[in-house]
C-alpha cells in the first residue's frame, strides 16, 4: 500500500493545508503524494484552506467565497512570534518538483459551478506535468470536471454522503474506512481517516491510504 498525507500532516511541526506542510511530505520516500482542500476567492482564484469560513479565528462570518486572495493572504494564522499565512494553489504547484500524486479536495462554493471548474480546467493546462487528482463530495463538481479537465477525478464517500450513488461515471472513488466495507464498486480506491496501524486491513494492500500519521504506519 502506498500513502498520502491528509491536508500535509505528518511528523513535522508545519499547520495543515500549508504549503510547507505539502511541500515537506512530497520530500519524504515514505510520502507518496498529499492531499489538500481548495476554495474558490471571490476574485475567482484557488486557496488553499478547508472550511467556507475563518472560524478557527473567530471570524466566522468571513466567508473565503466573498473575500480577495489578497486580503486572505494578509491575515496572520499564527502568532507574532511564529506567523503562518494562506497560500494560493498557484504558489504550491509552481514550487512542485515531484511526480507523486497532489490529490485536490474541490470544495463547492456558493455560485456557478461551470465557471469554478473551468479555473480547473485552466489550471489542468498549466500543470500539465504533474500527477494530479481532483476529488470533491460534490458530484456536480465530479461530473464537470471529468468531461472538462484530463487529471483522474473522483467522488468521496463517507458513513453518511455519496453511499447510494452510481459510481459508473467516476474514473475512482475516495471512500472513508467506514464506508469501505459497503462499497463493492471495482472502481480504484483511495481510502481515508487510516491514522492507525490497527486500521490497516489486508484489503487495503494495492491502495493508496490517505492519512495524517503516514510516519507511523511505516514505522509501528
Given at each position: 500500500m502506498k500513502f498520502i498525507a491528509h491536508r500535509g500532516n505528518d511528523n513535522h511541526e508545519y499547520k495543515e493545508n500549508t504549503k510547507e506542510a505539502l511541500l515537506w511530505c512530497l520530500k519524504q520516500d515514505y510520502i507518496d503524494g498529499v492531499e489538500l482542500d481548495i476554495r474558490l476567492t471571490k476574485d475567482k482564484e484557488f486557496i488553499i484552506y478547508h472550511n467556507t469560513s475563518i472560524v478557527e479565528l473567530g471570524l466566522n462570518?468571513?466567508?473565503?467565497?466573498?473575500?480577495?486572495?489578497?486580503?486572505?493572504?494578509?491575515?496572520?494564522?499564527?502568532?507574532?512570534?511564529?506567523?503562518?499565512?494562506?497560500?494560493?494553489?498557484?504558489?504550491?504547484?509552481?514550487?512542485?518538483?515531484?511526480?507523486?500524486?497532489?490529490?485536490?479536495?474541490?470544495?463547492?462554493?456558493?455560485?456557478?459551478?461551470?465557471?469554478?471548474?473551468?479555473?480547473?480546467?485552466?489550471?489542468?493546462?498549466?500543470?500539465?506535468?504533474?500527477?494530479?487528482?481532483?476529488?470533491?463530495?460534490?458530484?456536480?463538481?465530479?461530473?464537470?470536471?471529468?468531461?472538462?479537465?484530463?487529471?483522474?477525478?473522483?467522488?468521496?464517500?463517507?458513513?453518511?454522503?455519496?453511499?447510494?450513488?452510481?459510481?459508473?461515471?467516476?474514473?475512482?472513488?475516495?471512500?472513508?474506512?467506514?464506508?469501505?466495507?459497503?462499497?463493492?464498486?471495482?472502481k480504484k480506491k483511495m481510502v481515508w481517516t487510516v491514522n492507525k496501524k490497527s486500521d490497516l486491513k489486508s484489503s487495503y494492500q494495492d491502495m493508496y491510504i490517505i492519512t495524517d500519521n503516514a510516519y507511523k504506519l511505516v514505522s509501528e
Open positions: 462570518r468571513m466567508f473565503i467565497a466573498n473575500e480577495s486572495l489578497e486580503k486572505l493572504q494578509g491575515i496572520n494564522f499564527g502568532t507574532v512570534e511564529n506567523p503562518y499565512y494562506l497560500s494560493s494553489l498557484n504558489e504550491f504547484l509552481r514550487e512542485v518538483k515531484s511526480n507523486k500524486i497532489i490529490l485536490l479536495d474541490v470544495k463547492k462554493e456558493i455560485g456557478n459551478l461551470e465557471e469554478e471548474i473551468k479555473k480547473l480546467q485552466d489550471m489542468c493546462i498549466t500543470y500539465s506535468n504533474l500527477n494530479i487528482y481532483l476529488c470533491s463530495f460534490c458530484s456536480e463538481i465530479v461530473k464537470l470536471s471529468t468531461n472538462m479537465c484530463k487529471f483522474p477525478v473522483g467522488l468521496l464517500i463517507s458513513d453518511f454522503i455519496n453511499k447510494n450513488k452510481n459510481y459508473s461515471d467516476f474514473s475512482y472513488l475516495s471512500v472513508s474506512k467506514g464506508a469501505f466495507k459497503d462499497i463493492s464498486s471495482p
